[in-house]
């Protein structure tokens, strides 16, 4: 069955940066559109940004432009979300999501903590 698991997160201070991860599995990896989102606590579930089975990117969210960079090795079956210079309200649980033609699915979510 289809899996995606989220990996990377945990606690940076503002300035800092992580990288997360999101492994594929269950279906051919290189031939879908990726996405990240994500969720702070109170909001509701935004998104961050996708790319293309060929590498073509966009980045949903202003705050996110130019900090922000969306990868994908479709060697290794994995996604990635390069995140710099994060800030305080970058805190959330970061979610990959693949959509298919009917259906769907989600990672289990990876918690970002950004506090000094």
């Known amino acids: 069955q289809v899996q995606l698991v989220e990996s990377g997160g945990g606690l940076v201070q503002p300035g800092g940066s992580l990288r997360l991860s999101c492994v594929a599995s269950?279906?051919?990896?290189s031939g879908w559109e990726m996405r990240w989102y994500r969720q702070a606590p109170g909001k509701e579930r935004e998104a961050v940004a996708l790319i293309t089975p060929a590498g073509g990117t966009s980045t949903f969210l202003d705050s996110a432009k130019g900090r922000f960079t969306i990868s994908r090795d479709n060697a290794k079956n994995t996604l990635y979300l390069q995140m710099n210079s994060l800030k305080p309200e970058d805190t959330a649980v970061y979610y990959c999501y693949v959509r298919f033609r009917t259906s769907s699915a989600w990672g289990q979510g990876i918690q970002v903590t950004v506090s000094s």
């Open positions: 269950g279906f051919t990896f």
